[in-house]
């Protein structure tokens, strides 16, 4: 392996790490920021308005990343695992990326639940869906597979040459 390939290597494998990480603790902390900004509007509607205070936003957002940050054991290995096997199938999308997010969320909610003694209700669940939503755009916006190019040509030559070989004739 050359020099600039290897290179090429370490720089997509800190990208993915990277993206990983920002994927998980984003999610989470975004989804809080959003969790708070809609309970203040539901207060408002019921008619007992609050003041927006930014130091709540601010804890929002902080709660939110060290929730993230308490996933990461789960996020990155099975995160790492999704995006390679949707590189291998061609699969660099944005959508097959936000599915695998949801993945991740859903194996992160349970992780979550063991860890706390499964205490899930709908407010959870709803924000566990939009966490991996959010942090599958976050990671597929961060490492962008769709702008690779392909890691090894020969093995898709020998894959497109052994699918004709096993053609029937015709």
């Not at 929002?60 to 199938?89: D, E, N, Y």
């Not at 860890?115 to 959870?124: D, R, Y």
């Amino acid at each position: 392996m050359g020099r600039d390939k290897l290179m090429d290597l370490i720089r997509r494998t800190a990208r993915t790490l990277a993206s990983l990480v920002v994927a998980a603790v984003g999610g989470c902390a975004i989804v809080h920021v959003f969790a708070m900004l809609f309970t203040y509007g539901v207060m408002a509607v019921q008619g007992e308005p609050m003041q927006i205070h930014p130091g709540l936003l601010a804890g929002a957002f902080w709660v939110g990343g060290l929730q993230g940050l308490s996933i990461l054991p789960v996020a990155v290995p099975l995160g790492a695992l999704l995006h390679l096997a949707l590189m291998r199938m061609g699969r660099t999308g944005l959508l097959p990326y936000l599915g695998a997010g949801l993945l991740v969320a859903a194996a992160s909610a349970l992780y979550l639940g063991l860890l706390n003694g499964f205490a899930f209700n709908l407010a959870f669940a709803i924000m566990a869906v939009a966490a991996g939503l959010i942090g599958g755009c976050l990671f597929w916006s961060g490492r962008r597979p769709d702008r690779d190019t392909p890691a090894a040509p020969v093995l898709r030559q020998a894959h497109v040459s052994l699918a004709k070989s096993s053609a029937p004739p015709g």
